[in-house]
């Protein structure tokens, strides 16, 4: 493929596209050409150039008056000429987001945990009130044969 391309035309876009049109339409194409999917040689490299694509007009609807980047440019490094301060400003840019991500994992885990720690719960409850019922009509059976053993010892004896 060429080193060079328009990633909405790579993601069958306009420039007037929306995020969630550019998330949908990175889907719809990561579904066919992703390497797992793909038996294509160069799937890997497509799926490289799909996922810059998308990154890249994620980026730049996020942040629209950043300078876009130089043709050839690697999205995730920054250029040379990048002053100590901003390359700065970028790790923690990118250190930020990571932090916020793990936070929403760590949330998204607790809230599964809750779940399943209530649904626990409600089983255990559930299973408690069972076995209460199972007790309570297995001793009003051996109540019943008792009452009947008497009965019969009596008339009978």
């Known amino acids: 493929m ?3 391309y328009d990633p909405y035309e790579l993601l069958g876009l306009t420039p007037a596209a ?3 049109e550019i998330r949908r339409a990175f889907r719809r194409k990561a579904k066919t050409v992703h390497p ?3 038996d294509a040689p160069d799937a890997a ?3 490289r150039q799909l996922k810059d694509a998308h990154d890249l007009l994620i980026e730049r609807l996020q942040h629209p008056f950043a300078a876009p980047p130089e043709a050839g440019e690697d999205l995730y490094r920054p250029s040379r000429d990048v002053s100590d301060n901003d390359r700065e400003q970028i790790i ?3 250190r930020r987001r990571r932090e916020a991500e793990a ?3 760590s949330r998204r885990r607790s809230a599964v945990q809750s779940q399943a ?3 626990q719960r409600r089983n255990d409850a559930f299973q408690e009130e069972m ?3 199972r007790a309570a009509f297995e001793s009003r059976q051996r109540d019943d044969l008792q009452d009947q053993q008497r009965r019969a010892s009596n008339s009978g004896g």
Do not use: I, L, T
Request: net charge positive; glycine share 8%; no cysteine.
């Open 2 to 4: 060429a080193d060079f």
């Open 131 to 133: 076995a209460r019922r």
């Open 36 to 38: 797992d999917v793909s």
């Open 45 to 47: 490299e497509r799926f």
């Open 103 to 105: 936070r929403r994992r």
């Open 117 to 119: 720690r209530r649904s």
């Open 18 to 20: 929306g995020e969630e």
């Open 92 to 94: 923690n840019g990118f």
